[in-house]
């Protein structure tokens, strides 16, 4: 039976990750696949050297091309997505920018969502753009209304559902079907939701990314990216990410094997922490809105409860209109919540955001938008401290 068709199941799900990606029989009976360093693998005759080479990768025996450790977790996290194969790559980024280069081609439409995160949208202004690929951005909210703006020489359709600092849900079926019928490729940034609460390509998704940086690793402490690739976009993914070269750290991928043992478990309190959080301060007179699709009301919400299996921690607030000195005295009275970029590991995080840069339609909230990652904490410790803080602030 393929595993990937019950992760669903909490039961199955936690024992395929606490078993995925180790062989101990090949390790001496060691648990964990080790750290495995190196560049150099010799062989001994060379019908062995002859045996190594891969369709399509004449040098496959060779450290830039993985280790034990890297084909471990690629091998699980292929299994987990449902995909065919995956490679890894040293940062999130890497693995966004990587997978688009891998398909586009100079003269190719490419269709990327407006809430798209703000590297990968810098990424499509600068690169692409300078590439020749045409860059266009489409409201994440249109779904199969998307159809409309493809084209003979659209290539791929980007997504990333919810949008990591506006997390507008998006209709990936849809999108992925109008994009299809014209032939191009879908990319989504599967980062906030994970392969557990969210299974790419049972959606019509083509290649699907996560910054293993976030829930995957889980404990901050490695920067990784992954990229899963179905049958149909895993040849032009490999060849995409040899031909620059790109390759991880075997003590990165480690941590991330690490991490995947207990992902279900910390994100079944991450689905919790950030639920609860978001339901109080929809309440609190400091906050003008909470945006979270898995609260009922969202816009998203609907979506959300129709395409995925949970939450993770990360949402976003709107404050209500304060001076400058109101908010820094919030920030300052926050005890629990560290003011820092990325997310997914066990700390919680507050980040103030400028207003997102949008091409089709403004941000709609005024105030200032704040992003939350409700980490492993005490739930009821992060609202007190949170509302806490507001209160502080707003009497101040």
């Known amino acids: 039976m393929n595993p990937a068709t019950h992760y669903n199941e909490p039961a199955r799900r936690d024992t395929f990750l606490a078993r995925t990606g180790r062989d101990p029989e090949a390790f001496g009976g060691l648990v964990n696949t080790p ?46 997505e ?14 966004c920018t990587h997978a688009i280069l ?8 490419v269709l990327i969502t407006d809430s798209v995160y703000g590297p990968t949208r810098q990424f499509a202004a600068r690169v692409l753009t300078r590439l020749g690929v045409e860059v266009e951005f489409f409201d994440p909210a249109l779904g199969a209304g998307v159809a409309a703006l493809t084209r003979v020489n659209t290539r791929m359709v980007y997504v990333e559902s919810p ?20 032939g191009a490729f879908v990319v989504m940034d599967n980062t906030w939701a994970t392969p557990l609460f969210f299974k790419p390509f049972e959606h019509g998704v083509d290649i699907s990314i996560q910054a293993a940086t976030k829930y995957i690793v889980g404990h901050s402490d490695a920067l990784l990216g992954v990229a899963t690739a179905n049958a149909r976009a895993w040849d032009l993914l490999r060849e995409g990410a040899h031909d620059f070269g790109q390759t991880a750290g075997p003590d990165d991928i480690y941590l991330a094997l690490r991490g995947l043992r207990s992902l279900s478990v910390r994100l079944r ?10 339901q109080a301060l929809q309440a609190h007179p400091a906050v003008r809105q909470v945006l979270h699709p898995g609260l009922p009301g969202d816009a998203g919400h609907d979506l959300w409860r129709r395409d995925c299996h949970g939450a993770s921690g990360l949402f976003g607030v709107v404050l209500q209109p304060m001076a400058p000195a109101r908010l820094s005295e919030f920030f300052s009275a926050l005890q629990l919540f560290g003011i ?10 507050v980040l103030p955001v400028d207003p997102p840069k949008r091409s089709v339609r403004p941000f709609p909230h005024e105030g200032q938008l704040v992003r939350v990652h409700a980490g492993l904490e005490d739930v009821d ?13 707003t009497r101040a």
């Open 82 to 95: 449902g995909g065919e194969h995956a490679i890894v790559f040293p940062s999130g980024l890497a693995a």
């Open 381 to 393: 410790d992060l609202i007190r401290d949170f509302t806490a803080a507001l209160g502080r602030a």
């Open 269 to 278: 309190r991450h689905h919790h922490n950030g639920i609860a959080l978001a």
């Open 163 to 182: 949008g990591s600092l506006t997390f507008e849900m998006q209709d990936i079926p849809a999108i992925a079907q109008a994009a299809h019928r014209r």
């Open 35 to 80: 750290v495995c360093r190196g560049s150099t693998i010799v062989a001994n005759t060379l019908e062995e050297w002859e045996s190594r080479k891969q369709p399509g990768n004449a040098m496959a025996s060779y450290g830039r091309f993985g280790t034990a450790t890297t084909r471990a977790f690629e091998s699980a996290m292929a299994e987990l």
């Open 340 to 349: 820092g970029l990325s997310w997914g590991g066990y700390e919680s995080l």
């Open 102 to 109: 891998a398909i586009v081609r100079p003269g190719d439409h």
